[in-house]
């Protein structure tokens, strides 16, 4: 599965749109974008996936850039309880195993 | 909202003692995960099981690990003799399908601290 890089961290203010980038440059056409968060010590908790177009859902939104080499994941109005480390994970089509990375740590101030 | 449910919470055990910690998938979920976060470390593969078998493992699954399916709700991982590194958050995960368009449902874990 094609490597993810994203920064270590990010700040946000509460109920400003926040956006999480991903580099994947080296993604194949047979693999999809995903993206989870992890609230403190709890179990990661998906958020949205996508192939080649942007998603939407109650969540977040995803964009995914025409060369599928990076993709944002946009929280709108993003709130307290939002804080968290969100993972951005590629995984092939045929693949049992999600690998999580690192992830981007994101602090949402009042 | 259907979700992925794991008992205990929090176990300890002494170093050397059998373990099994247990999840109640999604009801009409057909693939099975498990996965290990020691603190502060990312978290980690181990396990994913389909149709009664393994269908793939990391290196950190070891044969002291095991995973079953012993009725059509349950879905337990077995560590025969545990040592100090084993210590960690365990998360079961359980998805629709085993292809990469079916996200990954996951508990909110098993704290499990060997002694």
């Known amino acids: 599965d094609a490597k993810t890089t994203q920064p270590p961290s990010m700040d946000c203010a509460e109920g400003r749109a926040a956006n999480l980038p991903c580099n994947h440059s080296t993604i194949s056409g047979n693999e999809y974008v995903y993206w989870y968060r992890q609230i403190h010590s709890q179990g990661p908790q998906y958020i949205i996936h996508?192939?080649?177009n942007n998603e939407t859902n109650e969540m977040a939104s995803l964009i995914i850039t025409e060369d599928r080499k990076s993709s944002t994941l946009i929280l709108p109005h993003a709130t307290l309880r939002d804080t968290a480390v969100y993972y951005c994970?590629?995984?092939?089509?045929?693949?049992?195993?999600?690998?999580f990375g690192a992830g981007t740590r994101l602090f949402v101030k009042a | 909202e259907p979700e992925v449910t794991q008992t205990p919470s929090h176990q300890v055990t002494q170093m050397g003692q059998e373990v099994i910690l247990r999840c109640v998938p999604i009801?009409?979920?057909?693939?099975f995960y498990w996965y290990r976060q020691i603190l502060g470390q990312k978290v980690e593969f181990l396990v994913s099981f389909y149709n009664n078998e393994i269908s793939e493992k990391s290196e950190i699954f070891d044969d002291q690990f095991s995973v079953e399916r012993p009725d059509g709700s349950n879905f337990t991982l077995k560590i025969r003799s545990t040592k100090l590194e084993d210590s960690a958050m365990y998360f079961c995960a359980s998805s629709t399908k085993g292809t990469g368009n079916s996200p990954l449902h996951f508990g909110n874990g098993t704290r499990l601290t060997v002694t």
């Open positions: 994970i590629v995984k092939r089509i045929g693949g049992f195993k999600t690998i």
């Open positions: 009801s009409n979920h057909l693939y």
């Open positions: 996508g192939l080649k």
